[in-house]
């Protein structure tokens, strides 16, 4: 902490100390440096550029916004975005069929 030279109560001059205005960046959502991570191992660095950024930067405004409305909200927002990445990559399908092999085994 910094002194601050302030009028005290009284009009004498004295030092107090203040705390210092911490402004941060309000906080990434859930799993979007992830997100990028997964898509530029997986896909070439130009279809990234053009197919996936806009996907992570839509979820990260839209994240800030649903999180001033409540955590819910929040959740619901990651929820869907990370089902459309998952869509988006190909994942669903990949889920499908571990869902369907796991079915068929617990059938047998």
Do not use: C
């Amino acid at each position: 902490m910094r002194a601050k030279k302030t009028r005290a109560r009284g009009g004498s001059s004295a030092y107090r100390y203040v705390k210092p205005v911490i402004r941060s960046r309000p906080p990434r959502p859930p799993g979007s440096v992830a997100m990028l991570g997964i898509a530029t191992v997986i896909f070439a660095r130009q279809k990234v550029r053009r197919d996936f950024l806009p996907i992570i930067s839509d979820y990260r405004l839209e994240y800030e916004e649903a999180r001033v409305e409540g955590r819910l909200k929040a959740l619901v927002v990651v929820l869907v975005h990370w089902w459309g990445f998952a869509k988006a990559v190909g994942l669903d399908k990949l889920l499908g069929l571990v869902w369907k092999v796991i079915l068929k085994i617990n059938g047998s």
